[in-house]
Nanobody, 115 residues
Framework: QVQLVESGGGLVQPGESLRLSCAASGFTFSAFYMNWYRQPPGKERELVATISGGGRFTNYADSVKGRFTISRDNVKNTLNLQMNSLKPEDTAVYYC????????WGQGTQVTVSS
């Protein structure tokens, strides 16, 4: 079965960096676009970044362009999100997502940006 397991969240100060990872299993990872979503406290879940199966094409929410980088390792079946210049408004639970007939989600990882 499809499994997505995020890691790498934590508490950082504004301006610092974090790298999130998502370990994927149970499907042909390289065949599917993958996404990172986030859900800030009290708000709806929003799409942060998308990457094509081969990794050639990426897309970002305007709020993170130039600061976040999505990448993938199709040998290790891992999805990554490098987050630089973090801001308090980046505070959220971050989710790995695969759309394989339906949405599959990981359990989420908390990112808190606070001084």
């Amino acid at each position: 079965q499809v499994q997505l397991v995020e890691s790498g969240g934590g508490l950082v100060q504004p301006g610092e960096s974090l790298r999130l990872s998502c370990a994927a299993s149970g499907f042909t990872f390289s065949a599917f676009y993958m996404n990172w979503y986030r859900q800030p406290p009290g708000k709806e879940r929003e799409l942060v970044a998308t990457i094509s199966g081969g990794g050639r094409f990426t897309n970002y929410a305007d709020s993170v362009k130039g600061r976040f980088t999505i990448s993938r390792d199709n040998v290790k079946n891992t999805l990554n999100l490098q987050m630089n210049s973090l801001k308090p408004e980046d505070t959220a639970v971050y989710y790995c997502n695969a759309k394989i007939g339906r949405d599959y989600w990981g359990q989420g990882t908390q990112v808190t940006v606070s001084s």
